[in-house]
Structure formats: structure tokens, C-alpha cells
């Protein structure tokens, strides 16, 4: 029962609608004792010779209004209890949600989608039935199996009662017994449906480049071999569940064999009349229903517990990145000095970055250029604070990053990743995802300056075009310059763009950067890119190697350094030569 300790806040927030559903719960357990007990007195009544036709009607007035009490307390009781445990899933997903939109990239790493959608559905299905099916149960057994078995120690005999109560302490310890085995294997078969989980997610996200390669059949078997385990994981969750049922009514039976035998012999002896031996039978039979709920409510405590102590290990992961006591919220502007001695990640031990120390200029562009992985996204991803445990500082005009809220400094930043992730809804949404009151004008305009606009009016349906998710109709140099519109219309005082220019051709390229320093004369802009060409107008660019700053300088002072920096220009350049057929006009 340790989950309904851990529900405790719930009900508490509930108990208005738990106390009105029990309430009508017993009363219903009520009227269900007065049918036997008039079947038994009509017995008798037939027996003796004594029933009148007036007393019949009476009780079967009797039965008719108890079953419409009944029905309409029934309509009530699920209103307010299950209407109660759709909120706990509200809630409890909501709470996922939330805490998951604070979580580091490093959790993202360690946590699968597919596993953690799996919590958001599964899990939080099982938790919920643990406040619905799981709370009628456990009040239904105790007030039905309690009521029952009161009225008939009372009203009819109590000998008889202890009696056909003899095998009960057997089915308490099988369901104890079956209820612990149940909870590890659910807690296997959530896990393997997670792991099923990101495999379909996975499969359907990556089918373009599983179809290039004609893995298609080896995709479908893999599915296959994970379906399989989970069918298999389930069946024996399924073993175990399916035993409670004849457990129970094996124990039944018993019960019924005894009140039988003795019910006759106490009849024999004159101690009980057949009419109460009937009323005892029928009052045996409501006692199945709280046996079966018995049974029931270990089934669904012990998914329910597995599911808690899934979604627990999340809900207490720690956030990474947090907001310091005092933390400014306003958004910085001004210089941007970078101080930083060592950066490692979570799950390694050699430093990422090391020595990394430059000022950046309210209003400059920082150009960051190196190998792939030199550490460049590494460096972007401290400014954003989305790692907060490194050895130095960045100050953001003067402060220490840690001293603005998170909320405060990312809106202060529009960040063009290298991965474009758009949203599966029309053009126009996905550029103003950040300022969704702006107007038509303006999102043309933001189009117009990364030129992307023309592209959008060739769409069939304009700015009204549903992009797919991912943005998959779009081309990737369409989905760069979607990705970057939407990252200015935030008019934010740092733009970065990690790589973001990689897929637009260099005269596109050229326009976009002239754009971009015609229209933020007064911002701040950082660009992390492969091609030289998109930092050579940069008042001071880094030239990343091995995490550490291995030329800096004006693009002029780079290229007289005749280093790394002016090697790979000159290489670039030919490479623009060659492909523009060796017309030397279109290389220069």
C-alpha cells in the first residue's frame, strides 16, 4: 500500500469527490444486502404458508427502489472517482513535462525518447488506475466483504459465518505471494515496452536514411525480435495475473462446500430455517465480487508501485542548470569575456576546452572556425548555460552568466543549431515560434533578410504551407533559413548561428551576412562555421584545435599569420574555383 502514502497530496487535493464516491459506494453495499435478506423471508414465508399478496408487493417495491438507488449511486460514484484519477494523470503528466523542459542535454543523452514517452503513457496510465480502479476495489472489499459479512453473522448465524470464512487467511497469503512476483515483472515489461518504444520512435525518424541504405528488412526483423520480447516479458506477467482468478475461486468454492454441509446440518437441527440458508448463500455470493476486487487490487497496487518508482527515478533527476538565489531576470546586453580554464562532460574525463579566453564587444561578431569536433559547439553550448560546471567564468555585460536567470539569458540569445528541428505546423508559425503575435509584415520582412521569402511564396500554400515533421518537404538549406528567421524574430541581443549557413550556396551566403550586418549594426552576433567565407567580415575571429584557441585575429590578421586559418582559406577557395568550372570572375 506504500503508493497510496505516496498519492497521499492527491486525495487530499480530491478528498471532497473520494468522500462523496466511498459515501455512495457504501450506501450501494447497503442495498445490496436487502435483496437476499427478502428472498430469505419470502422462502420462509412460502414455506410456513404465511405470504400475503399485499407483502409481496410490498417487497418487491422494496427491490425496485433499491435497484434504481442503486443505479443512479453507481452514475455518481464513477463521476467523482474516476472522474478524480483523470486529474492525477493531468497532473502527474503535466509535472513530467515541466521537469523534463528543465533538464540538461546531458539527461537527453542518458534517457531515450521512446523510454521517456513511454513513462509519459504507460507509466502514468498504471498510476492512474491505482487512484480509479485501484481506490473502487480497495474500498469495495473492505465495505462489501466488512457489511456482508457482519449482516450475516448477525442476522443469520455467526457459527456459520467463521465457518465459511476458514479459507480466507489462504487467499490473502497467495495474493501476497503472487502480488510481489507481479511487481518485478511489470517493472521488466515497462522497461522492455520502452525500449520497443524508441525503436518504433527511432525506425519512423530515421526511415529516409533506412531506405537509402535498403535496411528495410533488416529494420522490420529487428522490430520483430524486440516485439517478441516484449510479448514474451508480458506472458509471464500474464502467468501470474491470470492465477488470482482461480486462486480465488477455488477458495469460493471451498466456502460454498461448507456453508452447504453445515447450513443442511444446522437445517437438520432445527437452528436455521431454509430461508436463511438461501439468504446465507446469496450473501456468500456478494462476497465473490470483494474476493475478486481483492485479487484485483494487488494487480493493479503492484503495476502501479512499478510505475511510480519508473517515474520517481525521473521527477528526481536534479537539474543541471538552475537558477542561482537572487538570480537577475532581466536580459543582458553588453560585452561577452570569456574566461574559461577547463570544461569536461559528465561522462568523460579529458577537458573538452581548455584556456579558451576572448572578449567579445557589445555589438561585434565573433567568428569561431576548427576541425569538427575542435569544440566549437562545446564552447556555444557554455554561453547558453546548458552546462554550468566548468573551471573560469563568462560574463555576460560584466556579470557572471550564473547571475541572470536561465529564463532571462536564453531569451536574450536566438540560436541557429547545426540540427534544424522545425515543427510539424505551417511556415508562418515555425518562424514566429518564438513571438507568435507578430504580424504578417513582419514575418515577410525576417524572410526577405535571410532570403527565404521568395521560396516560401513558390509554396503551394504560402506562409500557410504545412512544413511536415522536422520540416521534412523542405530542402535543408530552406530548413536553415527558416530556422534562422526564426531565431531573428526574437530581435535578440545575441544571435548565434552554429554551422547554420552550411547548406546555402556561397552567393546566399553572402547575401544573408550582408542582411544580417546592415540590420543588427547594434547586436551582438557569434558564427561557428566550416566555411571560412562566413567569418571573413568578423571583428575578431578563433581558430579552435583540440579545445583550445590556436589563432586569433581579424580575417586579414589570420591570413598574414599564413597558419591553419589562412591554409584552409586558400583551400576553399579553390574548391569554389574548381566547381565554378575555373571562371576566375566567379572565384574572386
Not at 61 to 84: N, P
Not at 236 to 253: C, E, Q
Not at 315 to 329: F, K, R, T
Not at 453 to 471: N, S
Amino acid at each position: 500500500m506504500k503508493i497510496y502514502k505516496e498519492l497521499g497530496w492527491f486525495f487530499k487535493e480530491q478528498k471532497r469527490s473520494y468522500i462523496i464516491g466511498i459515501s455512495l459506494l457504501f450506501m450501494i453495499t447497503l442495498l445490496q444486502l436487502v435483496p437476499p435478506k427478502i428472498l430469505g423471508m419470502t422462502v420462509d414465508a412460502v414455506t410456513k404458508d404465511t405470504l400475503t399478496k399485499n407483502q409481496l408487493w410490498v417487497w418487491m417495491g422494496i427491490l425496485l427502489g433499491a435497484a434504481i438507488v442503486a443505479y443512479i449511486g453507481r452514475y455518481f460514484w464513477r463521476m467523482m472517482i474516476f472522474g478524480s484519477d483523470n486529474k492525477l494523470q493531468r497532473k502527474l503528466r503535466l509535472r513530467l513535462f515541466e521537469h523534463l523542459s528543465k533538464m540538461s542535454p546531458f539527461f537527453f543523452q542518458r534517457y531515450r525518447t521512446g523510454d521517456l514517452m513511454a513513462h509519459a503513457t504507460n507509466d502514468i496510465s498504471a498510476i492512474q488506475q491505482v487512484a480509479g480502479f485501484g481506490v473502487l476495489t480497495l474500498c469495495d472489499s473492505i465495505l462489501t466483504g466488512s457489511t456482508v459479512i457482519a449482516t450475516m453473522a448477525i442476522t443469520i448465524d455467526w457459527r456459520l459465518t467463521l465457518i465459511a470464512l476458514l479459507p480466507m487467511p489462504l487467499m490473502v497469503w497467495g495474493s501476497s505471494v503472487l502480488g510481489r512476483k507481479l511487481h518485478d515483472r511489470f517493472h521488466s515489461a515497462q522497461a522492455e515496452f520502452s525500449k520497443l518504444n524508441d525503436k518504433t520512435q527511432e525506425s519512423l525518424s530515421g526511415i529516409k536514411v533506412t531506405k537509402t541504405f535498403g535496411q528495410e528488412n533488416e529494420d522490420i526483423a529487428d522490430f520483430k525480435r524486440q516485439t517478441e520480447e516484449v510479448v514474451g516479458v508480458n506472458v509471464k506477467v500474464a502467468k501470474l495475473d491470470a492465477m488470482f482468478d482461480p486462486m480465488i475461486s477455488i477458495i469460493v468454492g471451498v466456502s460454498f462446500v461448507l456453508s452447504l454441509g453445515f447450513g443442511s446440518k444446522f437445517v437438520m437441527e432445527g437452528s436455521l430455517t431454509i430461508g436463511q440458508v438461501i439468504a446465507f448463500t446469496n450473501y456468500l455470493f456478494l462476497l465473490i465480487w470483494p474476493m475478486l476486487a481483492f485479487g484485483f487490487l494487488f494487480n493493479v497496487i503492484q503495476r502501479g508501485n512499478a510505475s511510480y518508482d519508473r517515474l520517481n527515478t525521473l521527477l528526481n533527476e536534479p537539474e543541471d542548470v538552475q537558477d542561482l538565489s537572487g538570480a537577475i531576470h532581466e536580459l543582458p546586453h553588453g560585452d561577452i569575456a570569456f574566461e574559461v580554464d577547463a570544461f569536461t562532460y559528465p561522462d568523460e574525463k579529458s577537458p573538452v576546452l581548455k584556456d579558451i579566453v576572448f572578449t567579445l564587444k557589445a555589438g561585434g561578431t565573433l567568428g569561431i572556425v576548427g576541425r569538427t569536433g575542435s569544440g566549437k559547439t562545446t564552447l556555444l553550448k557554455l554561453l547558453m548555460r546548458e552546462y554550468d560546471d566548468y573551471e573560469g567564468t563568462i560574463k555576460f555585460h560584466g556579470e557572471k552568466i550564473q547571475r541572470y536567470t536561465v529564463r532571462g539569458l536564453r531569451e536574450a540569445i536566438g540560436y541557429v543549431p547545426q540540427d534544424q528541428f522545425l515543427f510539424s505546423t505551417t511556415v508562418r508559425e515555425n518562424i514566429r515560434f518564438g513571438n507568435p503575435q507578430i504580424s504578417q509584415e513582419d514575418v515577410e520582412q525576417i524572410a526577405e533578410m535571410v532570403s527565404v521569402h521568395e521560396d516560401i511564396t513558390e509554396f503551394t500554400d504560402g506562409y500557410d504551407t504545412v512544413v511536415g515533421e522536422r520540416g521534412v518537404s523542405l530542402s535543408g538549406g530552406q530548413k536553415q533559413r527558416l530556422a534562422i528567421a526564426r531565431a531573428l524574430i526574437m530581435n535578440p541581443e545575441l544571435l548565434i548561428l552554429d554551422d547554420a549557413l552550411s547548406a546555402v550556396d556561397a552567393k546566399t551566403e553572402e547575401k544573408i551576412l550582408h542582411n544580417l550586418k546592415e540590420n543588427r549594426a547594434d547586436k551582438t552576433t557569434i558564427i561557428s562555421a566550416h566555411r571560412l567565407s562566413s567569418v571573413e567580415h568578423a571583428d575578431l575571429v578563433i581558430v579552435i584545435d583540440k579545445g583550445m584557441i590556436a589563432e586569433r585575429g581579424t580575417h586579414a590578421e589570420l591570413m598574414a599569420l599564413d597558419g591553419w586559418y589562412a591554409e584552409m582559406f586558400h583551400n576553399q577557395q579553390l574548391e569554389e574555383f574548381i566547381e565554378s568550372g575555373g571562371d576566375t570572375n566567379g572565384a574572386e
